[in-house]
């Protein structure tokens, strides 16, 4: 018989569950004609960083329903707006960007939101694959989206943003109520082998409320800078959803820029930002970082991939010498999953310091497991390592269109398996220590995170018509904070390629080759490599442990220092 599973819960008290609708819960009415959503609906809640544009909440709420009104009721999208219909974003963040979102889904329309680096036939993959029958774009993305229409074979018509807005307003929002709130809102495709999850209402501000466990610290008084995309689940999840929620006022960055982004903190006097390490990794180093007053900013929070205590203390120091004694700058981390909705753990402020490198503790209504073999039937002992199985409310319903990857990723008693391995110190801190999955986790200097998966590149790499194999792995890069992706080929007339140079040329050609055929974020930052066979299994399975051997003695004879490109420019 096995022992009882080993499962841990949160020290903080459980929080309220919302059986309600995203809309209602972030722009319903609970003290009077004036109040949306828990605060007054004449506080700013948006602000455009380039223009200094601004919609206040009750704005925002009037605009969205008019959205939703028209989106409903226009003769071009009427037939594809009925609740339940999925809708595609694709743009960078603007003000316009939550008008979409919250009217959308106040319509009882589901939405999938898209990379906005995305080429045609990547975005195609998506829209035929979420089951959209309209898109949602901004001017830049028009040409994109055109082209992926021609490339479905499917006849396009545009609608403008403003012809939608003068129809009229919906009264009221569709109701969520009670067990409706289970209904499916957003299809996040988080770009790994088993892509677009699906999470409801309830996932999302069940996940709100978590949250605002950790960010209570924060006085909601002083504007927060959105320069995550909001199509990543950090951006929708955590700032659109969840900092609107807690009060916050809403300063969006179209784009990371290290220019924009210091001067947008010193213009508005922000007090926090969601970050990810290459943007630290800006904050560090940068020369620009000393030509603007920074010190408004006293909370930072990392997600998406571990962030070293090296980095966290170079940042502190760093930005405190320009400040007064006392002065605050807590930088944090958290850990979660587009799956998870996404957080699951988080270190708080006061403990920032003393546990650097910890992603934090379990949030509340959340229960976790560290398991060490695949059937869930042995725990990992205290302090030590297993793979991070989740179980809460915040877990998506499954996969849109893969069942078996949702039986392979949640048990039949709702355990997700998050395919990363992790370790709990005797204070109930959690520490990543390493990735079961295979997909390399890569952050755009100074943008969001992705995930790259290994099989979508080689895909592509076959394509070419002188590679006869390859294999793709991800390699730490120290200075720049993340993995790079790292091509093995083989090429399919070896004869071409018999000197270093030859072999140098070839990979370099490649490199540039796939530039035209991927986003920008699926590059090969670490080089192509020319190998005479790619180890497998018996079974065909690449052997990636032993490519990423491979690397490391190539690192350590210097051979792949060059092809770490671009640099950053500090």
Known sequence: ??????????????????????????????????????????????????????????????????????????????????????????????????????????????????????????????????????????????????????????????????????????????????????????????????????????????????????????????????????????????????????????????????????????????????????????????????????????????AGAPLGADLIEAVRKRLLSKRKPGAKCFIMQGYGLTETSPSTHAVDWDSSIIKMGSCGYLLPNLKARLVVDEDGEVDAEEGKPGELWVQGKTVLQGYLNNREATQNSITPDGWFKTGDIAMRDNDGYWYIVDRKKELIKYKLFGTQGFQVPPAELEAVLLTHPDIADVGVIGINSAEQATELPRAYVVHANPGKVKTAQAKAEFGQSVAKWIKSRVARHKYLRAGVAVIDVVPKSAAGKILRKELRERAKQEAARGEIDGAYQPKAKL
């Not at 609740?83 to 939550?98: E, K, Q, Y």
Request: net charge negative.
């Open 1 to 302: 018989m096995s022992p009882a599973p080993r499962i841990y819960t949160s020290h903080v008290p459980d929080v309220q569950v919302h059986n309600t609708s995203i809309f209602t819960y972030l722009f319903g009415s609970r003290a009077g004609p004036d109040d949306v959503g828990g605060h007054s609906g004449s506080k700013n809640a948006l602000i455009d960083a380039a223009t200094g544009t601004t919609i206040t909440r009750s704005q925002l709420k009037d605009i969205c329903l008019s959205f939703a009104h028209g989106i409903r009721t226009h003769p071009t999208t009427r037939p594809f707006a009925n609740r339940g219909d999925t809708i595609l974003i694709f743009s960078p963040n603007s003000l316009a960007w939550p008008v979409v979102m919250h009217g959308a889904i106040a319509a009882g329309i589901r939405c999938t939101l898209a990379n906005s680096a995305y080429t045609s036939h990547e975005l195609a993959f998506q829209y035929q694959n979420s089951g959209a029958n309209l898109v949602l774009t901004s001017e830049e993305g028009i040409t994109v989206v055109r082209d992926m229409f021609t490339d479905c074979g499917i006849p396009g018509r545009l609608v403008s943003l403003p012809d939608l807005l003068s129809l009229g307003t919906m009264e009221k929002e569709e109701s969520f109520d009670g067990t409706a709130d289970t209904e499916t809102t957003l299809l996040c495709y988080s770009s790994g082998t088993t892509g677009n999850p699906k999470s409801t209402h309830q996932n999302m501000t069940t996940v709100s409320e978590l949250n605002k466990t950790v960010t209570a610290p924060i006085d909601p008084g002083r504007p927060i800078l959105a320069v995550l995309p909001f199509y990543h689940i950090l951006g929708v999840g955590n700032t659109l959803i969840g900092m609107f929620s807690y009060g916050c006022c809403i300063v969006i960055q179209a784009r990371f820029d290290p220019i924009e982004f210091c001067a947008n903190i010193e213009k508005y006097r922000v007090i926090f930002s969601y970050l990810v390490p290459p943007m630290l990794v800006v904050l560090a180093r940068h020369p620009v970082v000393d030509k603007y007053d920074l010190s408004s900013l006293e909370y930072m929070l990392s």
